[in-house]
């Protein structure tokens, strides 16, 4: 039964990866840099911003990073917040948003400058220059959620979709509605909220 499933998805997504480049290059066939580029130089456009995105996920210290952050929500993509907030955080584990993530020293500064090497800052995956400019010159923060960024981006997502959501509770469990969280994706054209289902807008 799992198995079935397992395959199933695994089908799915190669179809999917197989059918969605040409298809969205032939559904946007009239918009601008489809005009400009051509069918092909978008593909190579939709392959540069997938590795764009996933540098933070081939680096060695990933491994450790999702081992130590990544048990009690996403192990958020380094590239969503800038250095000065991960080191906020990564100051204050002990009285971590109420849990206690303390970690020894040598795993703090390990794991601090890994995620310094892909803060937003450092990291060229769109929101992360998008999340770069929405911060600068603005006070330190400690939650991705609190950004004007984020705000801005989940304004019309209501309560009883989030808080009053038993699949979901929190904003900062973003895989519940952004399927490829972990893989440092969360396109818009992706979201599916748990018992509401894809977002369109
Ligand atoms: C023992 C569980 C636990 C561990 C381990 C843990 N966290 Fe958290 N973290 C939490 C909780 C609880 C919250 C608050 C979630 C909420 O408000 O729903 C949180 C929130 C966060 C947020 C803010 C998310 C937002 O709302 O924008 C960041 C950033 C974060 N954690 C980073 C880390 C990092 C980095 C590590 C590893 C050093 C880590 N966490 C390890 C429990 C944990
Ligand atoms: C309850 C569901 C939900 C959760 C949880 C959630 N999001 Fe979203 N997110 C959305 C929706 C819906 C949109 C699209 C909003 C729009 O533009 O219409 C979105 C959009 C985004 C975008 C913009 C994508 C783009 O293509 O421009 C980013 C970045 C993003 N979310 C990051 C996050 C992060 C990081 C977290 C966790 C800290 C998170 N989201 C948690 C529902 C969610």
Known sequence: MNMNKTLMIGAASLLALGLSLPLASQLS?????????????RWFGEGDK???????????DYARYQEECGSCHLAYPPGLMPGSAWQRVMGGLSDHFGDNAELDEA??????????????????????ERM???????????????TQYFIGKHHEVSPEMVKDNPDV???????????????GSFDEHEVSIPGFGRWED
Do not use: N, W
């Open 29 to 41: 066939a009239d918009d601008d840099s489809a005009r400009e580029g051509g069918i092909i130089q």
């Open 50 to 60: 997938h590795s764009r995105q996933s540098a933070y996920l081939k680096d060695s």
């Open 107 to 128: 795993s703090v500064l390990q794991l601090q400058a890994y995620l310094l090497r892909h803060s937003s800052e450092k990291s060229s995956a769109e929101y992360a």
């Open 132 to 146: 770069a400019r929405a911060t600068q010159g603005r006070p330190t923060m400690m939650r991705i959620t609190e």
């Open 169 to 183: 509770k929190s904003f900062s469990q973003c895989q519940t509605c952004h399927g490829r969280a972990d893989q």
